[in-house]
């Protein structure tokens, strides 16, 4: 297997722009979580889904945010409008529910400007 | 929700010597605690776990012990070698269903 893949690898846009990142977890997977990282915040969970379903979004910053998985081998999370502060290293990571090893993608690095 | 504190945050050592990161919760129910290694430019990646119901797990050169009564638990790296340099978080979850993670700890090892 690949292992979880995410795209873009880098992304940089303009402030006010809608940005969109993509996930495709491992087959098999039934855990998908999105992690957003930064030096003053380190490694914050947004969202988690369970079998396709939002289980805890409580993570996610604003209304600027949201997720969705429309099925089990994808996922996007999505920031509109974006602003300079979402500035980050965005991860997907995806496990077998009630497993204990996570798997995390490369990450996207989010740049807006 | 459940708060881990990791420390320290840079830790510089000698090739040989053992390195040791300290991490407390806040949740008495969180029952699993994986150790992750990140390498630049990549994604996070388990390096050793340990649950609620055990106090020490080693796996070569390193070991996680796990005090349920403080809420604490730390990381043990021994005959450190220039490839452990990396950034290692510690995490605290309940069955591994929203994993928080401490604020990372910059392991540097010196040839």
């Known amino acids: 297997d690949a292992g979880v893949i995410q795209s873009p690898r880098h992304e940089v846009t303009e402030m006010g722009q809608e940005v969109t990142l993509r996930c495709k977890p491992i087959s098999g997977h039934n855990s998908l979580f999105w992690y957003r990282q930064t030096m003053m915040r380190g490694l914050e969970l947004l969202i988690y889904f369970n079998n396709n379903v939002p289980i805890d979004d409580s993570g996610m910053p604003e209304d600027r945010f949201s997720a969705k998985m429309p099925n089990a081998s994808f996922s996007t999370l999505k920031i509109q409008p974006s602003e300079p502060r979402d500035s980050a290293v965005y991860f997907c990571?995806?496990?077998?529910?009630?497993?204990?090893?996570?798997?995390f993608g490369q990450g996207t690095r989010l740049t807006v400007v | 929700g459940e708060n881990v504190e990791q420390h320290p945050s840079t830790l510089s050592v000698q090739e040989g010597d053992s390195a040791v990161i300290k991490c407390t919760y806040s949740?008495?129910?969180?029952?699993?605690f994986p150790w992750y290694k990140q390498e630049l430019g990549k994604g996070p990646q388990l390096i050793i776990d340990i649950r609620s119901n055990v106090g020490e797990k080693k796996d070569q050169r390193i070991a996680v012990t796990l005090n349920k009564t403080a809420k604490h638990f730390s990381l043990h790296i021994t005959e450190t070698q220039p490839e452990d340099s990396a950034v290692y978080f510690c995490a605290a979850s309940m069955n591994n269903n929203d994993m928080r993670f401490g604020a990372g700890t910059r392991l540097t090892v010196k040839p």
């Open positions: 949740d008495s129910a969180s029952n699993y």
């Open positions: 990571a995806s496990s077998l529910l009630g497993s204990t090893e996570a798997f």
